[in-house]
């Protein structure tokens, strides 16, 4: 029923097209088609070297031919093509993908000659959004693909594939299916309660309730804070002193040159980010300008984003030079961020040599390094894993995890589930009951995309790259 419901209601007739391959040179490009008139096109820009033509090609097996613009009768480039019949398509529509050589130039060319027969170029995520609506996957399978294309580390691959394989949204259809019995019967009570004793056993609702429902959405909801650092990412802000070695560390755990290292202080003014992986840990750096008395209006407003930086981060790591601690500046520094995570990272250590100093994973501790010479930076990246794994908590990592949005709904459905208890516990009519149980089956059903509005449609496909 949900399929018929959702092609007929959006009726998708038109044809699209797009570049389906990342932006710039490459040894393949791809431009997709999907729709009613996509073989038609193709056929029109395609010959193929068997000599059979577009429409008599096999489904799923690839051809060798030519591009060729129809209106120059000239040969652009030779490829391959590949004809998708509906319904055995991503779309589940009739889908062409024609793989050239991966030069901009090429591509965008074929992409104009295929607009030009009746094609139109498609939206971000359409052909997605038109694989959901058609029926091919729900609505946590389609965010899925999503957060597996912008995928950064194992983990959230892993993630993102066992809800591409539509294991959450299971979890969620049988929460639905389950709330919905409920309903059926407290209806059924209402509606024959002047005719018949009632036969609703409230203990084994709230068995149902409490036990088995509310037990289920508690433990997606925890899943999604136990993985969220795998999604997210760990904020690290990087402050300290001016001319302490911020930038130097920076680019040391980029493994990049990307902040200007000088010997002058104040070098850096405004704040520098760059996402890393550490042992499967996601983490975004923010380097960002010392922190000092000054009367240069740039220099303070640099000081002010890193403050702000330190206040939004997860994590701060801050630099100290221990050839020149400054202790008392130090403090000051520190005294700012009392309520964050820091790990004191004692740095040019090999100027001055020390004792080691011991650190304990999330208190305020000290690790010697030389972000110049790398000396040290293996301790300071177990010492940010080991907080990112505190900061995980006790719970294990569990590859079925909500994004925010569906967290959000998740926790809603909790609240009205909830509501619903405490309303058969007071004895209320199950009039209100059933209010409740609706409201938890509309969150969830927003979840898998039953039930939906254009307008969260559009926020979630929009993300999206043009041809996925």
């Given at each position: 029923?949900?399929?018929?419901?959702?092609?007929?209601?959006?009726?998708?007739?038109?044809?699209?097209?797009?570049?389906?391959?990342?932006?710039?040179?490459?040894?393949?490009?791809?431009?997709?088609?999907?729709?009613?008139?996509?073989?038609?096109?193709?056929?029109?820009?395609?010959?193929?070297?068997?000599?059979?033509?577009?429409?008599?090609?096999?489904?799923?097996?690839?051809?060798?031919?030519?591009?060729?613009?129809?209106?120059?009768?000239?040969?652009?480039?030779?490829?391959?093509?590949?004809?998708?019949?509906?319904?055995?398509?991503?779309?589940?529509?009739?889908?062409?993908?024609?793989?050239?050589?991966?030069?901009?130039?090429?591509?965008?060319?074929?992409?104009?000659?295929?607009?030009?027969?009746?094609?139109?170029?498609?939206?971000?995520?359409?052909?997605?959004?038109?694989?959901?609506?058609?029926?091919?996957?729900?609505?946590?399978?389609?965010?899925?693909?999503?957060?597996?294309?912008?995928?950064?580390?194992?983990?959230?691959?892993?993630?993102?594939?066992?809800?591409?394989?539509?294991?959450?949204?299971?979890?969620?259809?049988?929460?639905?299916?389950?709330?919905?019995?409920?309903?059926?019967?407290?209806?059924?009570?209402?509606?024959?309660?002047?005719?018949?004793?009632?036969?609703?056993?409230?203990?084994?609702?709230?068995?149902?309730?409490?036990?088995?429902?509310?037990?289920?959405?508690?433990?997606?909801?925890?899943?999604?804070?136990?993985?969220?650092?795998?999604?997210?990412?760990?904020?690290?802000?990087?402050?300290?002193?001016?001319?302490?070695?911020?930038?130097?560390?920076?680019?040391?755990?980029?493994?990049?040159?990307?902040?200007?290292?000088?010997?002058?202080?104040?070098?850096?003014?405004?704040?520098?980010?760059?996402?890393?992986?550490?042992?499967?840990?996601?983490?975004?750096?923010?380097?960002?300008?010392?922190?000092?008395?000054?009367?240069?209006?740039?220099?303070?407003?640099?000081?002010?984003?890193?403050?702000?930086?330190?206040?939004?981060?997860?994590?701060?790591?801050?630099?100290?030079?221990?050839?020149?601690?400054?202790?008392?500046?130090?403090?000051?520094?520190?005294?700012?961020?009392?309520?964050?995570?820091?790990?004191?990272?004692?740095?040019?250590?090999?100027?001055?040599?020390?004792?080691?100093?011991?650190?304990?994973?999330?208190?305020?501790?000290?690790?010697?390094?030389?972000?110049?010479?790398?000396?040290?930076?293996?301790?300071?990246?177990?010492?940010?894993?080991?907080?990112?794994?505190?900061?995980?908590?006790?719970?294990?990592?569990?590859?079925?995890?909500?994004?925010?949005?569906?967290?959000?709904?998740?926790?809603?459905?909790?609240?009205?589930?909830?509501?619903?208890?405490?309303?058969?516990?007071?004895?209320?009519?199950?009039?209100?009951?059933?209010?409740?149980?609706?409201?938890?089956?509309?969150?969830?059903?927003?979840i898998v995309g039953k039930e939906d509005t254009d307008v969260i449609l559009d926020d979630i496909f929009e993300k999206f790259c043009i041809?996925?």
């Open positions: 029923m949900k399929e018929e419901y959702i092609y007929n209601r959006y009726a998708i007739k038109d044809t699209i097209a797009a570049v389906a391959t990342p932006v710039g040179k490459g040894g393949i490009g791809i431009v997709r088609l999907s729709g009613q008139k996509a073989i038609e096109i193709a056929a029109s820009v395609f010959v193929s070297g068997s000599g059979l033509e577009v429409g008599q090609f096999d489904s799923h097996r690839m051809y060798y031919g030519h591009l060729v613009d129809p209106e120059k009768a000239r040969v652009l480039d030779e490829g391959l093509l590949v004809v998708m019949r509906a319904p055995r398509s991503y779309t589940r529509e009739d889908v062409v993908e024609i793989q050239l050589h991966g030069g901009p130039a090429v591509l965008n060319k074929a992409l104009e000659m295929v607009t030009r027969r009746g094609a139109r170029l498609a939206f971000a995520g359409e052909f997605t959004k038109r694989a959901f609506l058609n029926g091919r996957i729900d609505l946590t399978q389609a965010e899925a693909v999503a957060g597996l294309i912008n995928a950064r580390s194992a983990r959230e691959l892993e993630i993102q594939n066992r809800k591409l394989e539509g294991e959450l949204g299971r979890q969620i259809d049988w929460l639905i299916e389950n709330i919905q019995k409920i309903m059926v019967d407290l209806e059924a009570d209402i509606e024959f309660n002047d005719q018949m004793e009632s036969v609703v056993n409230e203990e084994e609702i709230l068995d149902k309730i409490e036990g088995q429902i509310l037990k289920r959405i508690k433990s997606l909801v925890t899943s999604y804070h136990n993985t969220r650092i795998y999604l997210e990412g760990i904020k690290v802000a990087i402050t300290g002193l001016p001319n302490v070695g911020k930038s130097t560390l920076f680019n040391r755990l980029a493994q990049k040159e990307k902040a200007i290292v000088t010997e002058v202080p104040g070098t850096t003014r405004d704040l520098i980010e760059e996402f890393v992986v550490i042992e499967q840990v996601p983490f975004y750096l923010t380097d960002t300008a010392g922190i000092q008395e000054t009367s240069d209006p740039v220099e303070k407003i640099g000081i002010e984003r890193a403050e702000k930086a330190a206040r939004e981060a997860d994590l701060i790591l801050m630099v100290i030079d221990r050839s020149n601690p400054q202790p008392a500046a130090a403090e000051k520094m520190k005294s700012r961020y009392k309520r964050k995570k820091i790990i004191t990272v004692l740095n040019k250590s090999d100027l001055k040599k020390d004792n080691e100093v011991k650190q304990r994973p999330g208190d305020e501790s000290a690790v010697a390094v030389s972000a110049k010479y790398g000396q040290g930076m293996e301790r300071l990246k177990r010492a940010m894993v080991e907080f990112a794994l505190g900061f995980l908590g006790s719970g294990e990592f569990d590859g079925l995890a909500p994004n925010l949005r569906q967290k959000t709904r998740l926790e809603n459905a909790m609240n009205h589930m909830r509501d619903a208890a405490e309303n058969i516990k007071a004895g209320a009519g199950y009039e209100l009951v059933v209010i409740d149980l609706g409201n938890a089956v509309a969150e969830l059903k927003t041809g996925k």
